[in-house]
């Protein structure tokens, strides 16, 4: 017996030990001493007195006893735990197929479950990587019209000034551009570049690693400022710290680097440098530009509520000052957080979430499944250590280490799947559905995350099973067949098991639905016909080309150049692309000589300048009326050609002839420009999952020139990227002096894959996902049919003998797999139909009770289960009478 | 009549004693003392406000363990005995007594 049994096996109190073992001494002294001769009375009286003061001893004694006993118990649970361990490990390495099995099944759901955490952590839980994030807000303009716009620098410092619920409120461009920087050796780069007002780093609390920020004295001097990210600074200028305070020349202009800002430091989207740009001292009509994303730091204990509150004061007193652009216009403040990670993402971090909880949820079901047939097997083993004096409670203990040792070896096997998932992950996130500001990174947080995973994990799958293992008698089991032991946990296999395909279907169905979502909108009717156009956007940067004429000019002669390059089938210019419109509210519209209609009521429509050889070399068709040519010059008649969508609005109108009023939706007053229609074009999406019909006007760009245009161009066969060098080549040759900016170079179908990529990302994910439980289902159905054949091998050889046929024998054989996965079915479809509305915001061209993806998933579900159980079933079913008749 | 205590234990002497009188077999704390004292002729009387701490002590250091017997009174009587650590610490006692008792021999016999 171990030494530490004693205070277990004879537990008294420790005063009564005590007690017990001095009287026996004083007992035993003063016999000693009476026969020597003594009195019994003084005998005693001496014992007793040899123990001095008797309290302080029992008071030590005590202390001694609590501390002893008190360790022997952690060594005792110590001593078990390690007893416990052994065990484990003896049995997980007796079966290495089911240790193996179990460690895999975990280690999938395990790692997964990791990796999305990843995603989680780094998009909704983390706080903004900003000093005091939780006083960041962004800030829009709100209209009777529209739900969110961009803010006017004007108003942005109307609500500095005259509201009170901020310390400093700032802006940035919401896209990032770039500049043509003049190198040393004559060669220009095109340097990305972000604009960005004065104070925008004082806002976040950003401090510079070199140099300064901006200060409100460059904003009111104007000076050509910038600072650039260390990124750039190290790749660029090799991190020499002289830069600071030199001059750069960009956009052919000199601009000052005052100071270089942290590397891990992001606003939004990547940029090199960061420009200031002015706001002090604007003209009047700059309150009718919405050109900026602003970011407000809020005084300490102010609420957004009380901050929306006294900025609508402001909004209102600007309204009746400047009616004409801030007429009904007031403030809309929300966290940064929120308006950085946006809905979507939310949304699909929370699908993921959902998904991969399920999928472990199903590696539980299937690890406890896995725990509850050794169970059986083991119950002579447990029975023999019961009847041997084992508690029920020491066996559970015993199977729960067991199941621990076997979650922390998977959660550590998830740990090596989850970094490898987060190593490949980046290339799979569609770019821009994650903010710039968030990394993925498996780090000690996600670490925490797999052990406290695998613990509860192992909690879950092993508690029941051990529960159920010990549910018996002993003298039962050793004096009977253990086959006939089995019944109570075979019914709860069942359910585990039909608990796993019902997740699985809804699964299954849910991928169903985001699958038939990305076919939808990868098979759309773009349109147009052209199989590949490459696209690139051409920015004559600065003043070289002052007047529209001679704009005009230049993308004139590009077009000439570019058309001689061999290959090239077609070129044209257009001021956006299909499938890459962003929604900017577009213009609003009457038709001239229609009665006249509220401001608010008016009709809006997209607007895009196009050369007449844009609808050639898409290959667009003009669907009535003409395309533009020669005629329509800068000083000819104004026209348009509208698109299907803009003819469908006038409800069966014809179009051509007509003449339309177009002002910009945000100034309702402005005079309007007045075009005549004079042709349809086929409908062309503007973004591939867009639900209302994309109303658009074309206008010849000799009549509207934009300041920077796409070059589209179309080769004669072949793929479009092969002609990008001789193109670019093309350009440099007619802007000799490298004042011009190229970039965005992509093909339409980059554009359209682009546009899709997120519907293509939650779809392949989830399908992975539903793939992954589909199998692991099964896995646990296949387990159901092994058991039920171990449970009828002696019948099936007396029906064999009887002369029952191999398909009497299968169709036994089959019948509990295939009732659990009939039952997992129905549940699941059922659960399916009732949840499927929860992802309806994320699907697009089918309904979330899409009766296809209910008859696809009965389909897989019921191929993939009969493939999985016909091949062991009719092994089984083929098993030798005789054989099984001698081999209970 | 039996005196008090002549003389105080050297440090550490008290353990040695209890494990050496341990090793011939388990024992409860009379007989402990009540041997002690024998095998010494009374030179080395033990204390009872010292010996049981020091039982507690050992006990709890894993030397010697408890259990509950029957003593001679017929009476449940709390029996110590000598583990397999404790029997190493006793002969890392042994020699370390005979080390330091060797010593001070060396100096109080000189010439």
């Known amino acids: ?888 | 009549m039996l005196p008090k205590t002549p003389n105080a234990l050297l440090h550490g002497a008290l353990d040695a004693l209890i494990l050496k009188t341990l090793a011939r077999g388990p024992n409860h704390g009379y007989s402990i003392a009540k041997f002690i004292e024998e095998t010494t002729d009374e030179a080395v009387l033990i204390e009872e406000g010292s010996l049981y701490p020091a039982l507690y002590r050992l006990e709890r250091r894993g030397w010697v363990e408890a259990e509950w017997g029957t003593s001679e009174l017929g009476r449940r009587a709390k029996l110590y005995r000598l583990t397999d650590a404790g029997r190493q610490q006793l002969a890392a006692e042994t020699a370390s007594w005979r080390r330091f008792s060797t010593g001070v021999s060396k100096v109080l016999f000189s010439r």
């Open chain 1, 1 to 888: 017996m171990k030494r530490s049994l004693r205070s277990w096996l004879w537990r008294i109190p420790i005063d009564q030990e005590i007690d017990e073992e001095l009287e026996l001494h004083v007992e035993m002294r003063t016999r000693e001493l009476v026969a020597r001769g003594m009195d019994p009375k003084t005998a005693r009286e001496l014992a007793l007195s040899r123990f001095g003061d008797i309290r302080t001893l029992k008071r030590t004694m005590t202390d001694l006893g609590r501390k002893r006993d008190r360790e022997m118990r952690v060594s005792r649970w110590l001593e078990e735990l390690a007893d416990d361990l052994k065990v484990a490990v003896r049995q997980l390495k007796a079966s290495p197929s089911f240790t193996l099995i179990a460690i895999l099944t975990l280690a999938l759901g395990i790692g997964a479950n990791s990796a999305i955490f990843a995603l989680v952590d780094a998009t909704l839980l983390r706080p903004l990587p900003y000093a005091d994030p939780d006083r960041l807000v962004s800030l829009w303009e709100k209209g009777d019209t529209i739900e969110r716009s961009y803010v006017s620098p004007l108003n942005m410092i109307d609500w500095s000034t005259r509201g009170h619920s901020f310390e400093k409120i700032a802006g940035f461009t919401p896209t990032v551009g770039g500049m043509v920087m003049a190198g040393a050796d004559g060669n220009a780069e095109t340097v990305s570049r972000q604009w960005v007002s004065a104070e925008i780093f004082d806002v976040l609390g950003v401090k510079p690693i070199a140099g300064r920020t901006f200060t409100a004295e460059d904003d009111t001097e104007r000076t050509n400022v910038i600072v650039m990210s260390e990124g750039f600074w190290h790749t660029r200028f090799n991190g020499d710290p002289g830069i600071v305070g030199r001059e750069l020349r960009l956009d052919g202009s000199l601009w000052t680097v005052v100071g270089i800002l942290p590397g891990d430091f992001r606003l939004l989207g990547q940029t090199s440098i960061w420009a200031m740009r002015p706001i002090t001292n604007l003209p009047p009509r700059a309150r009718g530009a919405y050109i900026l994303e602003v970011v407000g730091r809020l005084r300490p204990g102010i609420s957004i509520r009380a901050a929306e509150a006294d900025l609508a004061a402001v909004a209102t007193a600007l309204a009746h000052e400047y009616p004409q652009t801030n007429k009904g216009r007031t403030v809309a403040i929300q966290p940064m957080h929120d308006s950085l990670v946006g809905r979507d993402l939310r949304l699909t971090s929370m699908l993921f979430v959902g998904v991969v909880g399920f999928v472990l949820l199903i590696c539980c079901a299937n690890v406890a499944n896995l725990l509850l047939a050794r169970a059986t097997v083991r119950k002579r083993e447990l029975a023999v250590r019961s009847a041997l004096g084992a508690g029920r409670r020491r066996i559970v203990r015993q199977l729960l280490t067991e199941s621990l040792v076997l979650s922390l070896l998977g959660g550590a096997a998830g740990m090596i799947s989850g970094g490898a998932i987060l190593r490949i992950a980046p290339t799979l996130i569609p770019e821009g559905l994650l903010p710039a500001t968030v990394t993925l990174t498996f780090d000690a947080r996600v670490a925490a995350f797999c052990a406290v995973t695998a613990l509860l994990v192992g909690l879950i799958f092993g508690v029941v099973p051990a529960w159920k293992a010990t549910d018996f008698s002993a003298a039962e089991v050793l004096g009977s067949d253990s086959r006939t032991m089995t019944r109570t946990g075979g019914k709860l296999r069942g359910l585990l098991v039909i608990g796993e395909v019902a997740t699985a279907v809804l699964l299954l169905f849910g991928a169903g639905l985001l699958l038939r979502t990305l076919l939808a909108v990868d098979s759309f009717d773009r349109g147009f016909r052209a199989q590949s156009v490459l696209s690139m956007l051409v920015d004559p940067l600065g003043s070289k080309y002052p007047t529209p004429e001679s704009l005009q000019q230049f993308y004139d002669q590009i077009e000439a150049e570019v058309g001689t390059v061999p290959g090239v089938a077609s070129v044209g210019w257009a001021e956006s692309l299909p499938l890459d419109f962003f929604d900017t509210g577009g213009l609003s519209f009457e038709i001239v000589g229609d009665p006249p209609v509220e401001q608010s009521q008016r009709p809006t429509t997209e607007y895009q300048v196009v050369s007449p050889t844009y609808f050639s070399t898409l290959d667009l068709p003009i669907l009535s009326g003409r395309p533009f040519d020669k005629r329509d010059a800068r000083d000819g008649v104004q026209v348009c050609i509208v698109n299907e969508g803009f003819a469908r609005s006038l409800h069966g109108r014809n179009p051509i002839g007509l003449r339309v009023a177009l002002r910009s939706a945000g100034s309702p007053d402005e005079k309007p420009t007045v075009r005549e229609i004079v042709g349809v074009a086929r409908q062309v999406k503007g973004r591939p999952d867009e639900i209302k019909d994309f109303v658009q006007v074309y206008v010849p760009m000799a009549q509207d020139l934009a300041d920077d245009m796409f070059l589209v161009v179309r080769p004669q066969s072949g793929a479009a990227e092969a002609l990008t060098p001789s193109i670019r080549a093309a350009i440099s040759r007619v802007d000799t002096e490298q004042l011009v900016s190229v970039r965005n170079v992509m093909t339409l179908e980059d554009i359209a894959w682009t546009a899709t990529s997120r519907h293509r990302f939650r779809a392949v994910m989830v399908v992975a996902f539903a793939a992954l439980a589909l199998v692991l289902a099964l896995v646990g159905v296949v387990g159901i049919l092994a058991y039920s054949v171990q449970q009828h091998v002696r019948d099936f050889g007396v029906r064999r003998a009887l002369g029952a046929t191999t398909r009497d024998v299968l169709r036994l054989v089959v019948a509990d797999a295939a009732r659990v996965v009939a039952t997992g079915a129905a549940i699941g479809l059922a659960l399916s139909a009732a949840s499927g509305r929860l992802i309806q915001t994320m699907l697009f061209g089918v309904s979330p009770l899409d009766l296809g993806t209910f008859a696809l998933v009965t389909i897989v579900l019921a191929v993939t289960a009969a493939f999985a159980i016909l091949g062991p079933a009719w092994h089984a079913a083929r098993i030798d009478p005789a054989v099984a008749l001698r081999n209970p």
